[in-house]
């Protein structure tokens, strides 16, 4: 932030410069064109056109610098004018229930492959396969590609309702089956 405010006001000290240097050319030139004539200066082609074009370019060339430094200061102000993008709080229990959830996928109708997100409803043929390092022990977690939710194929997820107790050798089977179907 520090180093936009310095190259504005930069900008700024161009831009009052070239307005400044200017003004003091046509100055210059109306001396040169208008009092120089009464102390015996004549009239030649010969210095008038290299003095109009040094004077033409010079003109320019602040020009320049007076059109960019003016974009520049107007960039500024236009991005400090904007509305900053504030994020929401997130409440803790809503965090908390949000890592404790994880979403079960819902098979598409007439394709057994296909399974439909019930986060953003979008149908998915294989999900992103990823490491969660959230846990003590790495595990290898389903992540949605449209969304990045956590998504368990319904047909290898069981419900609590139906196995309230799981044993070792339903978790190794449950993961025998993923693994297989994701070609592990």
């Not at 009052?16 to 200017?22: F, P």
Request: positive net charge; aromatic residues 10%; charged residues 20%.
């Amino acid at each position: 932030m520090v180093l936009k405010m310095i190259g504005v006001l930069v900008s700024i000290f161009a831009l009052i410069a070239a307005v400044s240097v200017a003004y003091l050319l046509t100055i210059i030139d109306s001396i040169v064109h208008g009092e120089l004539y009464q102390f015996g200066l004549t009239f030649s082609y010969d210095w008038a056109n290299p003095y109009w074009s040094v004077l033409r370019i010079s003109l320019i060339m602040l020009g320049l610098i007076a059109v960019v430094s003016s974009m520049n200061i107007a960039y500024f102000l236009w991005n400090r004018l904007k509305k900053p993008k504030v994020k929401k709080p997130v409440k803790e229990e809503a965090l908390a229930k949000a890592k404790a959830e994880v979403e079960v996928a819902q098979p598409s109708a007439g394709t057994p492959s296909l399974f439909q997100c019930t986060s953003c409803g979008r149908s998915i043929t294989h999900p992103l396969r990823m490491l969660d390092f959230h846990s003590q022990r790495p595990q290898m977690i389903n992540i949605c590609p449209f969304c990045n939710a956590t998504v368990v194929p319904a047909s290898y997820a069981y419900r609590q309702e139906e196995a309230p107790s799981t044993t070792e050798e339903d978790e190794e089977e449950i993961k025998r089956r993923i693994n297989k179907s994701f070609g592990k």
